[in-house]
């Protein structure tokens, strides 16, 4: 919970230097300064940390390619590359390319002093091999760099909706609520829910790629309905039956002119030709009939939404209202409107070479990974949580949108958040795919990291838990800079939601991650719900997760093991190329959901 001061990455990177020839193996990518990992665990201790194409025990490889143990007085942490690092060694055109229009889950937290292998050059320096090659692809890769310059050339249009926008305010209301998670009830809820549409659905998505959930829309949306639709395009889901961009063909061809549906004003988006949203579209609201509404965590793809009838293979943990106001939605059809009418002006019908171009990037990556995602559909859930329906409930609801300002000129989001853990009497329990570290440099970002630190602090019972596909990489990231949480972090495999419980009263189901950008920047929606009743629902989730599927980011007792990774005392990985056929390496997931 305080900041990380004691890193000390400058003396770590002199080891390193003054021994490259023991860190120049097969197979090492890059060498950096950071924190040891063991069993998907921070250690505590501080380690040179080794980047290898793939790992493999020490019988696998002959004595010269083993990496050493430690290093001077620091550890040798062997860590196996991500696609995207693999992707860098080889192609850093095309790496960069995916990082420009990849998902925002998966970018990756800077390293200054990484320095790529075998040359022990800075990774970023102008010398270094990674970016001469770079530089040289702007010859042999025209249509790269092509999409490269679109990106940083598209231009910008403000985001500012009319004055007479209605309120983003607290309202108390008596209206019936249905809270659900995935994978438990998610899916089946929202087919129920679309089943009942009388006249007209408006939505805002991010992702829209599962194949029931296209098939509930075109049966459901029969006769005289009407679908209005802003959906972002990101990089393809794993668990996809087809891509955004066939669900748009399809509901075109299946509604006609019933359908309208931008593509959104996104700087990654190549259907629209200006961006609003810096990095995602990353709403997930459903506006039935102009009275009630659908919000959530989650995405219409299968792995956030799971028909558990034909499951996929990976299903994540999502929270979900459905909210029968009025009020409520016609405030979020408002926004909803206003982000139609903006991204319908801007659309481009073919964008032809860029669009090529970021498809053959997001293809490379694809081969790198290793091993590739399991084929087999989900195991059946023990004791799925059944959705609840509140009746005539008395409650307080605010609804939550970024980048949206409070009359004041404060961001909304930010403001209601950070009332909420200031205000916050007796305990925080938050659960979120990720949480980006802060930079040590002050700001909102660290402001908000820090109110959950001062709660800490204050004794308060806080427990947050992160998604181990994508939070580790940050909570690493958090000893060495910023405001360190990660002693109230675990982490789960499978985690997408973005949802919080104060006090055993208040609920927050929302689409915003813990980033910059996510709390700040992008197009994202929520609602705080002062119920204890609800509360108590998503708490109990929360707590069941809290006790039999999340683990501490931070080990209790550092271990005495001297190698990363999935090292034993009696054996350690290092580098060489070929399958891993570690546990570790077996178990890591390789989805991109956000």
């Known amino acids: 919970m305080a900041t990380?001061?004691?890193?000390?990455?400058?003396?770590?990177?002199?080891?390193?230097?003054?021994?490259?020839?023991?860190?120049?193996k097969p197979g090492v990518l890059t060498v950096r300064p950071g924190y040891e990992i063991t069993g998907n665990q921070l250690t505590g201790r501080q380690a040179v940390v080794a980047t290898v194409h793939t790992k493999k025990s020490k019988a696998d490889l002959a004595a010269k390619d083993v990496l050493p143990d430690k290093i001077g007085k620091y550890p040798v942490d062997v860590r196996e590359?991500?696609?995207?690092?693999?992707?860098?060694?080889?192609?850093?055109?095309?790496?960069?390319?995916?990082?420009?229009?990849?998902?925002p889950e998966n970018r990756e937290p800077v390293w200054p002093n990484e320095r790529e292998m075998p040359s022990g050059k800075l990774l970023n320096a102008k010398t270094s091999h990674t970016q001469k090659a770079f530089q040289r692809s702007i010859n042999t890769q025209p249509a790269t760099h092509l999409a490269l310059a679109a990106h940083q050339q598209k231009k910008q249009i403000s985001y500012a909706p009319p004055q007479s926008a209605p309120p983003l305010s607290r309202v108390e209301v008596n209206t019936t609520i249905i809270a659900q998670v995935s994978p438990d009830a998610g899916y089946a809820t929202l087919s129920n829910f679309l089943a009942g549409t009388q006249d007209s659905l408006v939505i805002g998505m991010y992702d829209f790629t599962s194949g029931p959930l296209l098939r509930d829309f075109l049966a459901d949306l029969k006769g005289n309905k009407k679908l209005q639709m802003v959906l972002d395009n990101p990089s393809p889901n794993p668990t996809r039956d087809q891509t955004d961009w066939a669900t748009v063909e399809e509901l075109n061809a299946g509604l006609g002119n019933r359908a309208n549906i931008a593509r959104a004003l996104v700087r990654s988006d190549a259907f629209a030709d200006k961006w609003m949203f810096p990095y995602a579209y990353h709403i997930k609201v459903i506006v039935r009939d102009g009275d009630t509404f659908w919000l959530s965590s989650g995405n219409l793809n299968n792995s956030n939404q799971p028909d558990l009838s034909s499951p996929p293979h990976t299903e994540d943990r999502d929270w979900h209202v459905i909210i029968a106001n009025k009020g409520l939605a016609q405030t979020f059809t408002y926004y909803l409107n206003y982000d139609y009418t903006s991204a319908a002006a801007c659309q481009t019908p073919n964008p032809g070479a860029v669009e090529k171009a970021i498809e053959d990037a997001r293809a490379k990556k694809a081969s790198q990974y290793n091993p590739p995602p399991p084929a087999q559909p989900a195991a059946p859930l023990k004791a799925p949580v059944a959705a609840k329906t509140f009746k005539n409930i008395d409650v307080a609801i605010t609804p939550l949108l970024t980048p949206d300002n409070l009359p004041n000129g404060q961001r909304q989001y930010l403001t209601n958040i950070m009332n909420l853990i200031n205000g916050a009497q007796t305990s925080i329990y938050i659960q979120l795919q990720y949480i980006e570290s802060s930079t040590g440099s002050g700001g909102f970002y660290e402001d908000l990291l820090q109110a959950i630190a001062n709660k800490i602090s204050e004794g308060k019972d806080v427990k947050l838990i992160e998604s181990l596909d994508f939070g580790l990489k940050w909570a690493e990231k958090m000893k060495t800079v910023g405001v360190d949480l990660t002693a109230n972090i675990s982490l789960q495999h499978n985690v997408h939601n973005k949802g919080f419980v104060i006090d055993s009263k208040i609920t927050v189901v929302s689409s915003q991650n813990f980033s910059p950008a996510g709390v700040h920047d992008n197009r994202d929606a929520g609602v705080i719900i002062e119920s204890p009743a609800i509360a108590q629902y998503f708490k109990d989730v929360f707590l069941s997760d809290w006790k039999n599927q999340a683990k501490p980011a931070v080990a209790v007792i550092a271990t005495k093991s001297t190698q990363g990774g999935s090292k034993t005392k009696k054996g350690k990985s290092t580098p060489a190329k070929g399958k891993a056929k570690t546990k570790a390496a077996t178990a890591r997931k390789t989805r991109e959901n956000t």
């Open 4 to 24: 990380s001061a004691s890193f000390a990455p400058k003396s770590i990177d002199q080891t390193v230097l003054k021994n490259l020839p023991k860190l120049r």
């Open 81 to 103: 590359a991500t696609a995207q690092q693999r992707l860098r060694a080889y192609d850093p055109a095309a790496a960069a390319l995916n990082v420009a229009y990849g998902r």
